[in-house]
């Protein structure tokens, strides 16, 4: 309930003694440093929880012959993971040709390679899936070969003369 008398125009010691024109300061620096603290805290923690632990990209692809592509792609990671790329080939209709899980295992924080993938015929699109560290990666899309058929063994290699 609201007073008629306005609590300024009172003495000063009238003011002190009813506690009248006294900001808590101290109160409200504390609320201020924990807010900014918590937003802080919850800054850091959204940061660590989108920012990929491992980053890759596709560089170049060519499709040598019908049963080979050349996938060159980047991996940036900490350098004490072992990383797990998979890497595939499809055909005109998006069938896939070509799939392969890729170990990259520890030691430099980039990564640049090559990798020969054999296919079953000529790739249209050649891609990097994903790439995760520690373990293959289990939420990714499985191999689409059509019923029936066998994935080509892994990795592409000459054919050794007869």
Do not use: H, K
């Not at 024109?21 to 802080?40: D, E, K, N, S, Y």
């Not at 004490?80 to 899980?101: F, I, N």
């Not at 390679?113 to 079953?120: A, E, F, I, K, M």
């Not at 520690?134 to 070969?145: C, I, N, S, Y």
């Amino acid at each position: 309930m609201s007073s008629a008398i306005d609590g300024r125009s009172l003495p000063p010691d009238l003011q002190a003694r009813y506690g009248i024109g006294r900001r808590p300061w101290g109160v409200i620096l504390v609320g201020v440093l924990a807010a900014v603290g918590f937003v802080g805290a919850m800054g850091f923690v959204t940061f660590q929880l989108i920012s990929p632990r491992v980053t890759y990209e596709l560089l170049a692809w060519d499709d040598i012959a019908p049963d080979r592509v050349d996938i060159t792609f980047e991996v940036r990671r900490a350098a004490e993971w072992d990383v797990y790329c998979v890497l595939r080939a499809q055909d005109e209709s998006r069938t896939d040709v070509g799939y392969v899980v890729v170990p990259i295992p520890r030691g430099s924080t980039y990564v640049q390679q090559t990798y020969s993938l054999r296919t079953l015929a000529p790739a249209y699109v050649a891609e990097v899936l994903t790439c995760e560290a520690g373990a293959p990666p289990e939420r990714v899309v499985p191999p689409q070969f059509p019923p029936g058929v066998v994935p080509p063994d892994q990795p592409w290699a000459p054919a050794e003369p007869a």
